[in-house]
């Protein structure tokens, strides 16, 4: 037998850590997907659709800072010390994930709201005529244009990736310590992402190119999964123990049915039927994935803090 | 620069949570919580078990992932004994450090910060020993400086056969237990 007896008891830590709650997987959701947002709205600046009249690129500015702005709301609801939040400005903390993420999203702001100059939504223009004119004199720049996409889209990399990040550097969570987090996450924001706008997009061509690129991002992210829980089930034993989580343990079905099958294999064969034209494009897919996208941040964060070291 | 620690000597521990309720009166823990706790371990097969009873606390590692991950430097490495201390005041309640900590050290006090074992620095400075080691009724912990090869901790971790909670976490405790 090993047995261990603690009197410990402490809330939020004992029986096993619970911290972060739906907060956070929310918060992790809305970053990537506004990050997968961020990339899309700049590629389409950067290769010249925004010269469509019709391109969705123009709906994700003003959306990503909504969407944003709630995940931020969803943050700060989790912090303790709530008025304290602030003090995330007064330092840069080289080693913390979270310092990083904080000073990124501070400057991922200006970066939408750049993009969202280039064409205003409607109530804007009839509110802000002088805006109006600033924004009719930007896009006569292409450089400022691509400058404006180039930017969004590096930034919404970084934000994406972060999200991964944040919780992956840290070791005491053995479900979490692998450096793959930050790419499975910038894949699910970036494939969360692309359902969405196809969801959104007017024109035909768009919705297809999105449904290609979506394809592209759910296989990505299915190759990148088995080789996460590969590379923890073929690690330490804490790791093994931790992959056991999702290999037979508790979060066994939710993750497999609903997170890899729902949210990406069924929307993936769906969606490769449409772009081959065996079937009609619907929200059907697009809306798998976001759910699948969520839950696999729920799934995550939720395994991850039960996971931990042997004899603790 | 001392760098200080303690040993606890498990042979001696008899779990009386004095250690504990010294703790919680001298650094007003709120109800509920603790800094410090006692921890049974039991090993073996009948009829040849093996129990070790050690109090934990907050290891005050040499390499603290708390403080890495500290998004607002309110999780430091003090100067005086190179200790882990929590600033409340720059501290947001993101509860990173709890999750990063493989001991589970740390709490959130209910004013919103997390919070923690401090060697009881305030003692310290005092020249006084940690409010757990002061009354200890078995003397079973030391508190010295792990720099100082003459220190009592530092001989008893050299002429006595221990160990350290995790070492494979790769976080470098400070808190040694003598078997």
């Known amino acids: 037998m090993h047995e261990l007896t603690s009197t410990r008891a402490n809330h939020l830590i004992d029986p096993s850590l619970h911290v972060w709650e739906w907060q956070i997987p929310v918060y992790l959701f809305l970053g990537g997907l506004v990050a997968g947002m961020m990339v899309i709205s700049g590629y389409f600046l950067l290769t010249g659709r925004h010269k469509r009249t019709r391109c969705a690129c123009f709906m994700l500015p003003s959306l990503s800072l909504i969407l944003l702005s709630l995940g931020m709301f969803a943050l700060f609801l989790d912090l303790e010390h709530k008025l304290y939040f602030w003090r995330l400005y007064t330092t840069f903390e080289i080693l913390s994930p979270m310092s990083w993420g904080s000073w990124i999203l501070l400057l991922v702001y200006p970066a939408i709201l750049a993009n969202l100059l280039l064409r205003l939504p409607a109530p804007l223009e009839v509110a802000f005529p002088r805006l109006q004119r600033v924004s009719d004199r930007l896009v006569e720049y292409p450089m400022f244009v691509k400058w404006v996409g180039g930017v969004n889209m590096v930034l919404g990399s970084l934000l994406g990736v972060y999200t991964g990040i944040l919780i992956s550097t840290l070791a005491a969570r053995p479900l979490w310590n692998s450096a793959l987090l930050g790419p499975i996450f910038l894949l699910s924001g970036m494939s969360a992402a692309a359902a969405f706008v196809h969801m959104i997009a007017r024109e035909v061509e768009e919705r297809e190119l999105l449904a290609k690129a979506d394809n592209g991002f759910l296989m990505a992210e299915l190759i990148f999964i088995a080789l996460f829980v590969g590379g923890l089930a073929t690690s330490t034993q804490v790791h093994q123990q931790a992959a056991g989580l999702l290999l037979g343990g508790p979060y066994t079905a939710v993750f497999w049915v609903f997170v890899v099958g729902l949210g990406i294999v069924f929307p993936l064969v769906i969606q490769l039927l449409a772009v081959n034209h065996k079937i009609q494009h619907t929200p059907v897919a697009p809306i798998l994935v976001m759910l699948g996208g969520l839950l696999l941040r729920f799934v995550i964060v939720s395994a991850g803090q039960v996971s931990h070291w042997i004899g603790n | ?179």
């Not at chain 2, 039991?42 to 934990?56: F, N, T």
């Not at chain 2, 900590?101 to 910060?113: L, N, S, V």
Request: include cysteine; charged fraction near 25%; hydrophobic fraction near 30%.
């Open chain 2, 1 to 179: 620069m001392a760098r200080f620690g303690m040993v606890i000597d498990t042979t001696k521990c008899v779990a009386c949570m004095d250690c504990v309720v010294a703790c919680k009166t001298e650094n007003e823990v709120p109800e509920g919580l603790c800094r410090d706790w006692i921890v049974q371990e039991v090993k073996g097969a009948l009829p040849k078990l093996q129990m070790e009873i050690r109090s934990e606390r907050c290891n005050h590692c040499d390499n603290p992932p708390c403080v890495d991950c500290c998004p607002t430097g309110a999780s430091h490495v003090e100067s005086l004994g190179k200790t882990v201390q929590v600033t409340g005041d720059l501290c947001i309640g993101c509860k990173a450090c709890l999750a990063s900590c493989p001991y589970d050290a740390r709490y959130i006090h209910p004013e919103g910060y997390a919070d923690k074992c401090t060697f009881c620095m305030h003692r310290v400075v005092e020249g006084l020993e940690p409010a757990c080691v002061a009354v200890c009724p078995t003397h079973c912990m030391y508190f010295g400086d792990l720099d100082d090869p003459n220190s009592q901790v530092s001989r008893l971790i050299r002429s006595r056969k221990g160990h350290t909670l995790l070492p494979e976490a790769g976080t470098k405790p400070r808190i040694h237990f003598l078997t």
